[in-house]
């Protein structure tokens, strides 16, 4: 089955840029999607198809994928960056999750 | 405006039954496929199942497969989750998500329901 691993933390100081990475087999052969997800609320799709960005997502959010990495940029990141983000994979009958990555606006 | 809500999330004891709902708006329903996604506290996102726009294709996680079951009625634009046999790490936030396909999670995400396993 699928794995993603991304780092648990991430901290950064305002208006620098923050790069959270996702490791798997999977990427490599699979698009990889990215959520955003701030203390009780749901998630928010940032990233889809690796570097997609839906309506009304900021453009200092870019993603890029290489490998078996896949790569969420945030640019000159804001206070309001601040929140756990997740990867996001798929197989031919599954979805899988990264663990997660908090992300501290320093 | 895409909005979905989802119902049914009480204090259930172990080994009892539920039936989540999820009520959406806002789009053609019978067009996407659907996703129930989990959280346990303080955990990470867990996916644990899809359903087509029409209910033809179904996947489960391993963790829930032959005690959940994914169900959709396009006329009354509502999907189900029915949960057999719960177990106390079945406690968790349950999601429901709009997928524009079966390896999109989903695009647009309700604000959950708190479903709690415990004697």
């Known amino acids: 089955s699928i794995e993603l691993t991304q780092p648990p933390s991430v901290s950064v100081s305002p208006g620098q840029t923050a790069k959270i990475t996702c490791s798997g087999d999977a990427v490599s052969d699979q698009f990889t999607y990215w959520y955003q997800q701030k203390p009780g609320q749901a998630p928010l799709l940032v990233m889809y198809?690796?570097?997609e960005r839906p309506a009304g997502i900021s453009e200092r959010f870019s993603g890029s994928s290489s490998g078996t990495t896949a790569t969420l940029t945030i640019s000159g990141v804001l206070a309001e960056d601040e929140a756990d983000y997740y990867c996001?994979?798929?197989?031919?009958?599954?979805?899988?999750f990264g663990g997660g990555s908090t992300l501290t606006v320093l | 405006e895409v909005q979905l809500v989802e119902s049914g999330g009480v204090l259930v004891q172990p080994g009892g039954s539920l039936r989540l709902s999820c009520t959406a708006s806002?789009?053609?329903?019978?067009?996407?496929?659907m996703t129930w996604v989990r959280q346990a506290p303080g955990k990470g996102l867990e996916w644990i199942s899809y359903?087509?726009?029409?209910?033809?294709?179904?996947y489960y996680a391993d963790s829930v497969k032959g005690r959940f079951t994914i169900s959709r009625d396009n006329a009354a634009d509502s999907l189900y989750l029915q949960m057999n046999t719960l177990r106390d790490d079945d406690t968790a936030v349950y999601y429901c998500?709009?997928?524009?396909?079966?390896?999109?999670?989903?695009?647009?995400w309700g604000q959950g329901t708190l479903v709690t396993v415990s004697s």
């Open positions: 359903i087509s726009s029409r209910g033809l294709t179904i």
């Open positions: 806002g789009f053609i329903f019978s067009v996407y496929g």
């Open positions: 198809k690796d570097k």
């Open positions: 996001q994979s798929a197989d031919t009958s599954s979805i899988v």
């Open positions: 998500a709009r997928s524009e396909s079966e390896r999109l999670a989903g695009d647009h």
